[in-house]
T-cell receptor
Framework: DVKVTQSSRYLVKRTGEKVFLECVQD?????MFWYRQDPGLGLRLIYF???????EKGDIPEGYSVSREKKERFSLILESASTNQTSMYLC?????????????FGSGTQLSVL | GENVEQHPSTLSVQEGDSAVIKCTYS??????FPWYKQELGKRPQLIID?????GEKKDQRIAVTLNKTAKHFSLHITETQPEDSAVYFC??????????FGTGTSLTVIP
């Protein structure tokens, strides 16, 4: 079974801090994604990557960056955290052999920015 | 545009009744429509999907219907059980691997 692991379940940070959210998948998936989940807004795509060192902006990339130095790891970076970035962050991966593939999600990181 | 409108936002049904959740979209290039279920405190998981060349797909108590002309698709759950209580997200894909998600429906099945 595919395992997508997010390093922290809960995280509390201060405004202006640099924040790293880590995601690791163990099934050699090509594609990795970062979503944020907010009540009433559903899941919104922040960034995604189809290959190592490759990244593409999603729908709401402002205030975020990403890093994919290794195939299994996709990091989301908040350069200077702000209170409006308080949210649930979900990492996901998919195989990458075809289009429209099933997403495997991590358990999420609930980030609070104070 | 990119949005997928999902209704209702909350739904309560008696155990054994049916539940229907509807999503509409505007981009006619959409060709893939998955549904994800997220139980409380857990990760979203794919429960069923449909591609644009099919009008209906069924998997036990769950079915999805697609009306490409009207640009809407629906999730139908029959004989609901308490374990069906969750948040359900529809989504649409355009042939890549990015999906646009709906805003979610919180389904409560009352025993």
């Amino acid at each position: 079974d595919v395992k997508v692991t997010q390093s922290s379940r809960y995280l509390v940070k201060r405004t202006g801090e640099k924040v790293f959210l880590e995601c690791v998948q163990d099934m050699d998936h090509e594609n990795m994604f970062w979503y944020r989940q907010d009540p009433g807004l559903g899941l919104r795509l922040i960034y995604f990557s189809y290959d190592v060192k490759m990244k593409e902006k999603g729908d709401i990339p402002e205030g975020y960056s990403v890093s994919r130095e290794k195939k299994e790891r996709f990091s989301l970076i908040l350069e200077s955290a702000s209170t409006n970035q308080t949210s649930m962050y979900l990492c996901a991966s998919s195989l990458g052999a075809e289009t429209n593939e099933k997403l495997f999600f991590g358990s999420g990181t609930q980030l609070s920015v104070l | 545009g990119e949005n997928v409108e999902q209704h209702p936002s909350t739904l309560s049904v008696q155990e054994g009744d049916s539940a229907v959740i509807k999503c509409t979209y505007s981009d006619s290039a959409s060709n893939y429509f998955p549904w994800y279920k997220q139980e409380l405190g857990k990760r979203p998981q794919l429960i069923i999907d449909i591609r644009s060349n099919v009008g209906e797909k069924k998997d036990q108590r769950i079915a999805v219907t697609l009306n490409k002309t009207a640009k809407h698709f629906s999730l139908h759950i029959t004989e609901t059980q308490p374990e069906d209580s969750a948040v359900y997200f529809c989504a649409r894909g355009l042939g890549g691997n990015q999906f646009y998600f709906g805003t979610g429906t919180s389904l409560t099945v009352i025993p």
